[in-house]
């Protein structure tokens, strides 16, 4: 089983319409969370990045949220654009730095006009 | 654009053979990561770099192999390729900032085995 279990595994919205994709996890100890954009064929860009401190951080529509209890993560997207269909990544970290990671599977959205 | 390039940006093989894929990581950033990623399949951590010397393995085969050189561009060698070596290979590298390591990823090699 995986340790980080994203959802839904597919997503299509209308354009302006917001989402939430949803990213769980069972690693331990728990360093960060991080989100990635990832377009068919390209390297995953960054969106966030959080520790255990942090129970939100936004970039730009993007707004990502922590619950380092429950060991859930979420990503919201508002007023969706056709550009922000891609796949969308968690990555959970084990303690400081990136030795020990876990990727989620991805949440494939796309945004239709 | 991240800031790390690769090459070359596609890569048609036959099975058993050896290929190398190169990757320079942005200017100042230590650490390189390189990743799989099959048709339909999530990353896959292979290896990382920091400053020349091996910090950590993921799922790497041993048919693989990787080295990070004094001038911090790193190398990926495949070797023995067999089909299901076909995938996406990426390369990444980081800068600590806001308490976590930031990936930069490459554009990526695609390996094609035929």
């Known amino acids: 089983k995986n340790q980080v279990e994203q959802s839904p595994q597919s997503l299509i919205i209308l354009e302006g319409k917001n989402c939430t994709l949803q990213c769980n996890y069972t690693v331990s100890p728990f360093s960060n969370l991080r989100w990635y954009k990832q377009d068919t064929g390209r390297g995953p860009v960054s969106l966030t990045i959080m520790t255990f401190s942090e129970n939100t951080k936004s970039n730009g529509r993007y707004t990502a949220t922590l619950d380092a209890d429950t060991k859930q993560s979420s990503l919201h997207i508002t007023a969706s654009q056709l550009s922000d269909s891609a796949s969308y990544i968690c990555v959970v970290s084990f303690r400081r730095g990136n030795n020990d990671m876990r990727f989620g599977a991805g949440t494939r959205l796309t945004v239709k006009p | 654009d991240s800031g790390v390039t690769q090459t070359p940006k596609h890569l048609i093989t036959a099975t058993g053979q050896r290929v190398t894929l190169r990757c320079s990581p942005r200017?100042?950033?230590?650490?390189v990561y390189w990743y799989q990623q099959s048709l339909d399949q999530g990353l896959q951590f292979l290896i990382q770099y920091y400053n020349g010397e091996e910090r950590a393995k993921g799922n790497i085969l041993e048919r693989f192999s990787a080295q990070q050189f004094p001038d911090l561009h790193s190398e990926l060698n495949l070797s023995s390729l067999e089909l299901g070596d076909s995938a996406l290979y990426f390369c990444?590298?980081?800068?600590?900032?806001?308490?976590?390591?930031?990936?930069?990823f490459g554009p990526g090699t695609r390996l094609t085995v035929l």
């Open positions: 990444a590298s980081s800068v600590y900032q806001s308490g976590a390591d930031t990936q930069y």
């Open positions: 200017s100042g950033d230590l650490s």
